[in-house]
């Protein structure tokens, strides 16, 4: 029944949530010809009118008449948000509801603070779309809309991302029509879009207009499976036809990847259609080879006149589990994924499409094979390129109830929502209904989410259900049964979050009855993503069948202040409640900047595994369908750091099959030796240039450190403060007074602004705050910065004077350190310095020195692991060579200024200034840990945001002998793993030499 008066009451009842609104339906495209110009569709995006009212309190009526004057109404972009446009204020919370604490609400009730945008856009209907029915498609919509043109009530719409369509053709005029559109911020569909996002609200996707033929294809459903053999393809098509159906014609046609004809019909046009055919030696799909038909469907006259053409992409692909096992194409799949918020910074989640190309050519360049798309429908073009680039889909529903059962970390469900109450179920399922109706015939979507976080309860059960029932060739996700195992059987997956390595091999390792995957692991918020390899190791089990990172992208949103913008996290715009940076997680920056935790997932996530050995390489490949023909291999091999040899190989290895390679690499008789293998693309792709990179491996053949060894005869001047030693172009002062090395000179210059102090901490990590780092750690923080010289030892050696202080830490337990300088007749210095171990006290963050130099030594070349920062526990997809950086290039801009920078396994590095002057500082018995920043450990520390740390005034070295790891399993009490601990109880040691370059 058409309703034709709106009611307010409808914000707060979860049984409403759609009035007027047509049937969801697929989303194909549909053109009044083969041209593929699409005559019959009219875009609404663009300008419109909009006013903002504080609350409901404030609401008026009058714009949606035809004759209202719409001239104090501001300008708004759609599709965008109200929020980016300065319509609203901003406000990010991850589980709590955005108004906790400023009111005492339980579902469904709203908030009083409930804003409304009344839009207006005026339009004249398309000359081609007159005189024929009419609808207006929102793609989305945040939170709920009431809709009116020229005066009449249109319809009612919830579900913020998913579309809305309705039927404009009885009020429809010649001329000019007038649509007004009420946004509201808040509804009872609030309650259950409680994601961890900002919230934003408004007209944020697509808006606009398609007239209907006379005969018209309102929904189509392909189903395009193998048979058993997974080489016979079997073709199913439901099409339901609205309009005039007699004396019209369905002509369909089937073209291969080829183009070449592979099925064709034509039918008399009925209202309900069934097509069906059996294809041998299809082209299946699968993101390793995604192969794609197109499906041609044509409405013809009597005459052979068409009316309406809708093309669709088919990808033939049989996915299923069997014995406990995921499988597509027969084959046991492996979801190397991440999770994707749609987010840009300065859009929202209003994202473009070149947005979304280079997110998916960022994937694909870094093996990423699959995205849950966290924690709603993401827009129509997401789900096309996933099929035409290759990536799997868990499509999620947009239901989210967090703050309905969990507090503060606990769980508390009395309250939750939807649960088993009954008054939800509608609306749970019409959000299933909506989603599956739009994407179902998209080959790149595998699993149906239920949605997130909502625990569990009858009404997600009844979502689950009706999507077995509407799809048997899905499977169904939900991960909330974890919390409440008496719906296990909602999810035909074991499906968790944050699940530890050994928890998970637990489960693995006791007859797992369900395939296994980690809808969210390495929380990669901040400087992130150490002890990823923990997880892929856990590959070699069959239930076990991968994961997806949390998440793709920083939430950050570009904040202006003065003359300067930033990229803001929660908070920053003054909204309370707020969860502050916790929107910071992402593998790549708000602004698209790729961070450095992914270097190590591209290299974890590779099909092909790469190990050279003395005799040549070892490729295995984890691929289910494609061998390395459309690859060659570039060996390489690196003396001290530096290619002496390349050569390019052609290696075919067949998919999940390891095979070994001979290959003749020279072998020099002196230096360091590296073997290095590279896996480079043939031939351009669609995602990357032919010659791009997609993996590698090295195997140190022979190890080869500098060892220091005095040289000529220093002169020595032992003043009352200071012990100076000079020679040739070299001066080197160590102070009594201030404990270590206060002036290194060379040729007149001056490279020490303050004495090197002893390093006991790292500028925390979000993961170090989450856990409590600073609490257990606590005394390690001004160790280096208080301790107190307790000796001093000055020892004439062969060749040069040693100069040794012992410092007492301010600590509980009496603690020692000793630094010693031994300094030749070269000027060259050796720095050692040792901590020796001691019981009962917390793991140490790292140990070194930290050097203050003058600010025009920022370029750093050094010998180590790179070219991206790189830790303990991720260092696996940073290779040995060497690599060039400046200390302003060196900080990651992580939302909040953390630990950043470091390189592990250094061998030697070299500081210059824009003259190439500078200084060398190479390994003595051991490789070290370093890092060149504009800012000091302290300086990181304190900050809050990157525009809180000064214009570089120095250059800091820091020099450690390690470095613990940077963790990831979570971010809000998880530890590093104990195997990248610096435990207190064991000694280590820090040597290097300095001295002038050239």
């Given amino acids: 029944m058409h309703v034709t008066k709106p009611k307010l009451s409808w914000l707060e009842d979860p049984t409403v949530f759609a009035v007027n609104r047509l049937a969801a339906h697929s989303d194909h495209e549909f053109y009044s010809a083969k041209t593929g110009k699409n005559s019959l569709n009219q875009s609404l995006n663009g300008t419109w009118r909009v006013h903002l009212e504080p609350d409901i309190a404030s609401q008026k009526l009058d714009f949606i008449k035809p004759d209202f004057d719409f001239g104090r109404f501001d300008y708004i972009q759609v599709p965008g948000h109200l929020q980016t446009q300065g319509f609203d204020g901003h406000k990010y919370v991850n589980t709590q509801y955005p108004w906790d604490g400023h009111e005492e609400l339980r579902p469904p009730k709203l908030p009083k603070k409930n804003k409304i945008a009344s839009y207006i856009k005026t339009f004249e209907l398309d000359h081609a779309l007159k005189d024929k029915p009419v609808h207006i498609s929102f793609q989305g919509v945040a939170t709920a809309f009431y809709v009116w043109l020229n005066g009449h009530f249109i319809g009612y719409s919830e579900d913020s991302f998913t579309p809305s369509n309705f039927d404009l053709t009885p009020y429809l005029v010649e001329g000019q029509n007038h649509l007004a559109v009420e946004v509201f911020k808040y509804s009872s569909a609030s309650w259950i879009e409680d994601q961890d996002f900002w919230r934003l609200n408004g007209i944020f996707r697509d808006v606009f207009l398609y007239a209907l033929p006379k005969a018209h294809l309102a929904d189509i459903h392909v189903t395009a499976n193998l048979d058993d053999d997974y080489e016979t393809g079997i073709f199913e098509l439901k099409a339901t036809v609205t309009g005039q159906t007699d004396d019209n014609f369905l002509h369909a046609r089937l073209l291969d990847p080829d183009k070449r004809v592979a099925f064709e019909t034509k039918v008399p046009l009925t209202q309900t259609i069934n097509l069906g055919q059996e294809l041998s030696q299809v082209a299946p799909w699968s993101a390793e080879l995604p192969n794609l038909y197109t499906l041609e469907l044509t409405l013809e006259d ?594 909040v200024p953390q630990e950043t920078g470091n390189h592990c396994d250094v061998r030697a590095l070299a500081l210059t200034d824009d003259k190439d002057l500078g200084l060398t500082i190479s390994t003595d018995k051991h490789a070290f840990s370093a890092s060149l920043l504009p800012y000091s450990t302290m300086m990181l520390e304190e900050a809050l945001h990157q525009d809180e740390l000064p214009p570089m005034r120095f250059a800091w070295l820091r020099l450690m002998a390690d470095q613990m790891g940077v963790g990831g399993d979570d971010s809000w009490g998880a530890p590093v793993h104990e195997a990248y601990w610096l435990k207190a109880d064991k000694p280590l040691e820090l040597n290097f030499t300095l001295e002038p370059l050239n």
């Fill in 302 to 895: 009597k005459d052979g006149a068409v009316f309406e053409f809708v093309p669709e992409k088919v990808g033939f692909r049989r996915f299923e589990i069997q014995d406990g096992l995921m499988l597509l194409n027969g084959k046991r799949i492996l979801f190397k994924g991440v999770n994707r918020h749609e987010f840009d910074p300065k859009l929202g989640r209003a994202i473009t499409k070149e947005d979304m190309l280079w997110d998916i050519k960022f994937m694909k360049r870094h093996n990423i094979n699959a995205v849950r798309t966290s924690h709603y429908p993401n827009q129509t073009l997401w789900y096309r390129l996933c099929d035409e680039y290759g990536i799997y889909l868990i499509d999620e529903a947009n239901l989210e109830s967090h703050g309905s059962w969990q507090k503060l970390g606990a769980c508390e469900p009395s309250w939750n929502i939807p649960g088993n109450l009954p008054e939800w179920e509608p609306t749970c399922i019409d959000r299933a209904n909506s989603m599956f109706e739009r994407d179902k015939n998209h080959p790149s979507v595998l699993i149906w989410s239920l949605g997130n976080e909502s625990y569990a309860g009858t009404d997600i059960a009844a979502m689950g259900d009706y999507l077995r029932h509407k799809d048997p060739t899905r499977v169904v996700h939900y991960e909330g049964v974890t919390w409440n195992r008496e719906f296990d059987y909602i999810t035909d997956i074991e499906s968790r979050m944050y699940a530890k390595p050994h928890e998970i091999e637990e489960y693995l390792q006791n007859e797992p009855k369900k395939p296994y995957i980690s809808c969210e692991y390495m929380h990669a918020m901040g400087n992130s993503v150490g002890g990823l390899d923990l997880y892929t190791k856990l590959e070699k089990y069959p239930h076990y069948q991968g994961g997806f990172i949390w998440d793709y992208i920083d939430q950050a949103i570009y904040q202006k202040l003065g003359d300067t913008t930033r990229l803001a996290y929660g908070g920053d715009f003054n909204d309370r409640p707020s969860d502050y940076e916790f929107c910071g997680d992402g593998l790549v920056f708000a602004d698209r900047m790729i961070s450095p935790k992914a270097q190590e997932v591209k290299h974890l996530y590779a099909d092909i595994k790469i190990e050279p050995d003395e005799t040549g390489v070892t490729l295995t490949n984890d691929g289910l369908f494609t061998n390395s023909a459309d690859s060659y291999f570039t060996a390489r091999v690196l003396q001290d750091g530096k290619v002496i040899f390349e050569k390019d190989y052609q290696l075919i290895v067949l998919p999940q099959e390891s095979k070994h390679f001979d290959l003749e690499l020279p072998l020099p008789e002196t230096g360091e030796i590296i073997y290095e293998v590279q896996q480079h693309l043939a031939k351009d792709t669609a995602w990357a240039k032919a010659g791009f990179e997609i993996n590698f491996g090295q195997t140190v053949i022979r190890q080869a450190l500098p060892k220091f060894k005095a040289q000529g005869t220093p002169k020595v001047a032992m003043g009352d403060v200071n012990i100076g030693i000079s020679g040739k172009n070299f001066e080197v002062l160590l102070s009594k007074d201030k404990g270590g090395l206060v002036s290194l000179k060379y040729s007149g210059q001056e490279f020490i602004m303050r004495t090197p102090q002893l390093l006991f901490w790292r500028p925390m990590t979000d993961n170090d705050r989450g856990c409590g780092h600073g609490f257990e750690r606590a005394m390690w923080l001004g160790a280096g910065k208080f301790a107190k010289v307790v000796d001093l030892q000055v020892t004439p050696k062969e060749h040069a004077v040693e100069v040794s202080y012992t410092y007492e830490l301010p600590l509980p337990k009496q603690v020692t350190v000793q630094v010693t300088y031994l300094v030749d007749g070269t000027g060259k210095v050796n720095v050692n310095a040792k901590y020796p171990g001691h019981p009962d006290l917390p793991s140490l963050p790292t140990f070194g020195l930290e050097f203050k130099l003058p600010a025009k030594y920022d370029n750093m070349t050094y010998y180590g692991r790179g070219p991206a920062e790189n830790y303990l526990d991720r260092k696996l997809g940073a290779r040995l060579g060497t690599f060039t950086t400046t200390a302003k290039d060196s900080v990651a801009p992580y939302l």
